[in-house]
């Protein structure tokens, strides 16, 4: 079966240091996989989706990068991070089908 | 582009009350149609799903039909639960492919005994 892990559960980091954020995807080949946000009281934000190996679109202008090494493996970055970076951070994958996602447990950044 | 509107919260009820919480959408084509929950602290999880028009998801007690005439999809049930209580996430998904899942705004259940 597909399994899909995501970490750190929980992060606080200061203003300007560096982020990396990894998921990994199990139990299935060339997925395509999600990163979301959540801030806090407010619904859920598209930032990347990658439909293959080094293929990263985004969505909205941000601090944030993502990338692509492996087939199964998304990875969100930051070089700097600001306080607006703050929030619930989601990653997921699907099949390509009109299925719906499979949702990783989260992270909680802190910026402070 | 696409678009889901979901009803505004929080709703509060008493156990074993009905439950409706309203979701309509604009989409070219024929979107698949979403139900997911968030449980406090978690991620979401897929609750019920529709794949084509008049179809109905159901899981868990819920149920909400495609309705592509009216553009809703509400999610109902008979007699909810404390353990129901969460955020509530509708959803729809345009196309095969890249399948970008646009998500309504939330709606916090809170179920009082």
């Known amino acids: 079966s597909q399994t899909i892990h995501q970490w750190p559960a929980t992060l606080v980091q200061p203003v300007g240091s560096p982020l990396s954020l990894e998921c990994t995807v199990e139990g299935t080949s060339n997925p395509n996989l999600y990163w979301y946000r959540q801030a806090a009281g407010r619904g859920l934000q598209l930032l990347f989706y990658?439909?293959?190996?080094?293929?990263i679109s985004s969505e909205v202008p941000q601090n944030l990068s993502a990338s692509r090494p492996q087939d199964r493996q998304f990875i969100l970055s930051s070089k700097k991070l600001l306080l607006s970076d703050s929030g619930f951070y989601l990653c997921?994958?699907?099949?390509?089908?009109?299925?719906?996602?499979?949702f990783g447990s989260g992270t909680r950044l802190t910026v402070v | 582009g696409n678009s889901v509107t979901q009803m505004e919260g929080p709703v509060t009820l008493s156990e074993e009350a009905f439950l409706t919480i309203n979701c309509t959408y604009t989409?070219?084509?024929?979107?698949?149609l979403f139900w997911y929950v968030q449980y406090p602290g978690e991620g979401l999880q897929l609750l019920l799903k529709a794949t084509k028009a008049d179809d109905k998801g159901s899981n868990k007690g819920f149920e909400a039909t495609y309705r592509k005439e009216t553009t809703s999809f509400h999610l109902e049930k008979g007699s909810v639960q404390v353990s129901d209580s969460a955020v509530y996430f509708c959803?729809?998904?345009?196309?095969?492919?890249?399948?970008?899942?646009?998500f309504g705004q939330g709606t916090r259940l809170t179920i009082n005994p």
């Open positions: 959803a729809l998904s345009g196309s095969k492919g890249a399948q970008k899942l646009v």
């Open positions: 997921a994958w699907s099949d390509g089908e009109n299925y719906g996602y499979t």
């Open positions: 990658s439909i293959g190996i080094d293929q």
């Open positions: 989409a070219t084509g024929y979107p698949s």
